[in-house]
């Protein structure tokens, strides 16, 4: 009856006889509750620390796969600078042939010339000299001697 009185009033006793203000069955639940939230909050920890290790991971991947790209840049830009350089060595080449082809072209014409020296020419002597006027498409082949040259 006792302990009726003192339970309205707030009071109660727990297993070892000690006056408590929470009712038993309270104090339990209160100390299971105080038991899990400890438990929660070493997993909250652990999964920050895990949480921290993962986002240095990536920072560490996303720092690796800058460096790639910008390697990845320099060389395709190198690649680009080299093929340049190519197609403007090849126009020089080409400028080149095409100046040895005319050198070459004039050598040829002028061993052409060498070899085949024009014909003698060979005046009429009443005239004393060459003649006055001598237009291209109308030579007098009377008064000139042309010599052929067979091959």
């Given at each position: 009856?006792?302990?009726?009185?003192l339970?309205?009033?707030?009071?109660?006793?727990?297993?070892?006889?000690?006056?408590?203000?929470?009712?038993?069955?309270?104090?339990?639940?209160t100390?299971?509750?105080?038991?899990?939230?400890?438990?929660?909050?070493?997993?909250?920890?652990e999964?920050?620390?895990?949480?921290?290790?993962?986002i240095?991971?990536?920072?560490?991947?996303?720092?690796?796969?800058?460096?790639?790209k910008?390697?990845?840049?320099?060389?395709?830009?190198?690649?680009k600078?080299?093929?340049?350089?190519?197609e403007?060595q090849?126009?020089?080449?080409?400028?080149?042939?095409?100046e040895k082809?005319t050198?070459?072209?004039?050598?040829?014409k002028?061993?052409?010339?060498?070899?085949?020296?024009?014909?003698?020419v060979?005046?009429?002597?009443?005239?004393?000299?060459?003649?006055?006027?001598l237009?291209?498409?109308?030579?007098?082949?009377?008064?000139i001697?042309?010599?052929?040259?067979?091959s």
């Amino acid at each position: 009856m006792a302990k009726d009185i003192l339970g309205e009033a707030g009071f109660h006793f727990d297993e070892l006889n000690k006056l408590r203000v929470l009712d038993p069955e309270v104090s339990q639940q209160t100390t299971e509750l105080k038991e899990e939230c400890k438990v929660f909050v070493d997993k909250i920890a652990e999964f920050k620390k895990i949480v921290g290790g993962l986002i240095e991971l990536v920072d560490q991947l996303a720092k690796t796969t800058e460096n790639e790209k910008i390697k990845a840049i320099g060389a395709r830009n190198l690649l680009k600078s080299i093929a340049k350089q190519r197609e403007a060595q090849q126009q020089q080449l080409q400028a080149l042939i095409a100046e040895k082809t005319t050198q070459l072209e004039r050598c040829e014409k002028k061993r052409i010339q060498e070899s085949f020296p024009p014909p003698p020419v060979s005046y009429n002597t009443k005239s004393h000299g060459p003649p006055k006027k001598l237009t291209v498409g109308r030579i007098r082949t009377d008064k000139i001697l042309f010599h052929t040259v067979q091959s």
